[in-house]
């Protein structure tokens, strides 16, 4: 098929492009930058922004099925209206464009977080509804529920297929630009101070890349599928990368009122001094939920299988060892950009 895919050169789209190329489709990036790996496959790289919807709609003459991971990561609420323009009207020009040129298949990039986040121990699922009164205080969250709303509503008054797949964190080698294993990274750097009471779930790029590849054919028009690897509390998840690393994990253990107030402290202190706290009040919010996921149904229509959870932080930390830690590149300009 000829395929356009925006977010190409991210953490997830350099996964999911090489398993396109060997699939024997036709490629076309939409990218702003750089995007060596997606030429070096014989893609055709389409240099320009979501917003150019001119150039866009260039992009899309000829496509049969698109794939949208363009995204930013971003949990700061200082421009929640950059967050919301780029992942809602963005996409809703993109699903508009892409019904005109008449592409058979959207397979749109969302979160497990439109789904699974509660402030109790809780394993979600797609029937779930939004958890939008918890989500509200993170604009990242709640503009990927409102894109996620968005691209349905499309496929229901227009009938145009759009399937949408929900990652939980993303791990694994290949982050260059620690879009994701940010949190892995700043473990290893000892930078996290306290140990947070809310747990994760992670699932491995590969395994992730490898679904929305399925998706192509497999997925059901108007379905949500939740791509989750493990659930671990952050307790178990920081004592895994312990054990792997040689960091000790954080000894402190505060309650959750005060870790977060503690947080919110030491920001306004690094404020003031005009340099970088180690760790956002965001984060630290975020770290006193339960992400938990299950992905059953993704493993029985799309034939999702997660690897072991030990081979994929084994590898985020060799891989963040070797090309980050190793360079003393520290967090690159770049983060949060997924292409």
Known sequence: MNLLVTGGTGFLGSALLPLLSEGGHRLRVLARGDAAQAEALGAEVVRAPLQDRAAVRRAL?????VFHLAGQV???ARDPSALYQLHVECTRTLLEDAHAAGVSRFVLASSSGTIGISREEKVHTESDGPPIQVAARWPYY????YQEKTALRFHRDTGLPVVVLNPSLLLGPGDARLSSTDVVFKF???RVPARPSGGLSFVDVRDAAAAFAAALTRGRPGERYLLGGANLTFADFFARLSRLSGVAPPALRLPSKVNVAGAHLLGRWHGWRGSES????EEVEMGEHFFYVDSRKAEQELGFTARDPQETLHATVAWLDRHVRAKGAG?????????
């Open 61 to 65: 003459a000829g496509v049969e099925a």
């Open 74 to 76: 971003a949990f700061d």
């Open 142 to 145: 709640l503009s990927k529920i």
């Open 188 to 190: 290893l750097e000892r």
């Open 278 to 281: 180690p760790i956002s009040p």
């Open 331 to 339: 967090r690159p300009a770049t983060v949060g950009d997924l292409g």
